[in-house]
């Protein structure tokens, strides 16, 4: 067990929304109906809000490096709220209730469970930036989905694996640029480990918004062989 899952069981039991009692449950059960794109249609390959789950018009002209992503809600109000205190703020007991979501995503009847995945691997942050952070809420959130899956009692949860993505240089964090500029701030920041090959990955972040940190570590897993990609992120921008 990961320091952040005991971290995370000294905490109380609360809803990661409201902060109301929810048991084991990442939410409580008003916040679980609630929740903003929980129930959206979306592009089965961007997660982007689309009328039917399959490509949007995007991914069929352009399609991604990634084979699909899954995403547990929308990036909006309350939910973008606790991503950003976990992500800027420190709080990083709310990792295991945001990992929980995307569990619970994985597990829905229209989710990902069906897929094979051999591993999940976070999104990994430079050197000097997790240093100054203190953490990576990729991996906390990783972390987080997989003892969820424990909890309720999945067979075979993926391993992480956060050893086989690494920012080879730092680059300009993506939230200060604008998103013409994102592609080509990332571009070739991700290196993948050769074990990777053969493997079915999935790749964990907090946000996808443009896609490019996502199309970026895609392209590095799978130019050192990686079958299959998958994104999971908590949430989804617009």
């Not at 449950?25 to 997660?47: K, T, W």
């Not at 420190?90 to 990792?95: D, Q, S, V």
């Amino acid at each position: 067990m990961s320091w952040a899952e005991v971290w995370g069981r000294l905490l109380p039991r609360s809803c990661l929304l409201c902060e109301s009692a929810s048991g084991s449950e990442p939410l409580c059960p008003a916040c679980a109906d609630f929740l903003p794109g929980a129930r959206r249609h979306r592009c089965r390959s961007c997660a982007r809000p689309w009328h039917v789950s399959h490509r949007c018009a995007s991914c069929r002209a352009l399609p991604p490096a990634f084979d699909a992503t899954f995403a547990a809600a929308d990036y909006v109000a309350p939910l973008d709220r606790a991503v950003t205190a976990l992500k800027f703020s420190g709080r990083i007991g709310l990792a295991s209730g945001l990992g929980g979501l995307l569990a619970d995503r994985w597990r829905a009847p229209d989710g990902a469970e069906w897929l094979r995945l051999d591993c999940l691997v976070p999104v990994p942050l430079a050197a000097g930036r997790q240093a100054e952070r203190g953490f990576n809420q990729a991996q906390l959130i990783a972390a987080g989905m997989l003892a969820r899956l424990r909890s309720v009692g999945h067979a075979c949860p993926p391993a992480l694996r956060p050893d086989l993505l690494a920012r080879h240089r730092d680059t300009r964090p993506q939230s200060l640029l604008p998103s013409q500029e994102r592609l080509a701030n990332l571009d070739h920041g991700f290196l993948a480990a050769a074990a990777a090959a053969g493997l079915h990955i999935g790749v964990v972040d907090d946000v996808m918004t443009t896609g490019s940190t996502l199309q970026a570590a895609a392209q590095a897993l799978k130019a050192a062989g990686a079958l299959r990609v998958v994104n999971l992120v908590v949430a989804r921008t617009a």
